[in-house]
C-alpha cells in the first residue's frame, strides 16, 4: 500500500519541509481536485488510508514529480513517516503515459536510466535528511527504482536501509547485477 502512494499527484499538497498527515493530504487533494473519480483504485486506496486508524500517524513528506519528455523519463516519489519513527521511501511506478512506457523500454537496452538516476539522487537527498532507519519500495518501474537507488545510494544510507520492497519490478541488465554495490543491497531486497 506504501507503494502505491507515490502514484497520487501530491503537487502543491506535500512540499519537502512540511510534513502533513495523510489525511489532511487526502482531503486537500479532493478540494483541489473535485473531480476526481474515487472508483479507481488509486484513489479508493487513498480514501480507505485517510479513513483509517493504521495511517492515522503517517506524515507524507517531500514529493517529487519529474516528466521530462526530452529525457523519456516519468518519475515521482513520495516519503512517509511511519508511526514507529522510520520512514518510507516510495517509487511510482509505470503509469499509462507514453514518456513512462518509453522509459521502461530504455530499461531493458541501457545500463541505467534518467529515472533511476533520479531514483538515486532522491534517496541521497532525503537519507541525509532524515538520518532514521529507511525502508524504500515501489511497483512496477517504482521496484525497479527502488532497488537501483537501494543499491548505488551513499553507503552511509545504504547502512540504513532495513528493506528493499519490489513488488513486480523489472530487472537489471548483467552489467548492473555485477557491481558490487547491487550485491551489497541484494539481502535486503524482498
Not at 116 to 121: D, G, N, T
Request: hydrophobic share 40%; proline share 4%; with cysteine.
Amino acid at each position: 500500500i506504501l507503494s502505491m502512494f507515490s502514484y497520487i499527484n501530491w503537487t502543491d499538497i506535500v512540499y519537502p519541509d512540511f510534513p502533513v498527515k495523510v489525511e489532511d493530504a487526502w482531503r486537500r487533494y479532493l478540494i483541489l481536485h473535485p473531480d476526481t473519480d474515487l472508483n479507481k483504485d488509486k484513489f479508493k486506496m487513498m480514501s480507505l488510508c485517510a479513513a483509517s486508524d493504521r495511517y492515522d500517524d503517517c506524515w507524507l513528506m517531500n514529493y517529487e514529480r519529474e516528466v521530462n519528455k526530452d529525457l523519456e523519463t516519468m518519475f515521482s516519489a513520495i516519503t512517509i513517516r511511519l508511526p514507529d519513527r522510520t520512514y518510507f521511501v516510495s517509487f511510482e511506478g509505470t503509469e499509462s503515459s507514453i514518456i513512462g512506457w518509453k522509459e521502461d523500454f530504455n530499461m531493458s537496452y541501457m545500463p541505467e536510466t534518467e529515472g533511476q538516476l533520479s531514483a538515486v539522487r532522491y534517496l541521497n537527498e532525503v537519507g541525509a535528511e532524515i538520518k532514521r532507519p529507511i525502508r524504500v519500495g515501489g511497483h512496477s518501474k517504482g521496484g525497479n527504482f527502488a532497488v537501483y537507488a537501494s543499491a548505488f545510494c551513499e553507503r552511509e544510507i545504504q547502512d540504513r536501509i532495513l528493506a528493499v520492497y519490489t513488488n513486480d519490478g523489472p530487472g537489471f541488465r548483467n552489467e548492473v547485477m555485477e557491481r558490487e554495490a547491487f550485491k551489497r543491497i541484494l539481502p535486503k531486497v524482498v
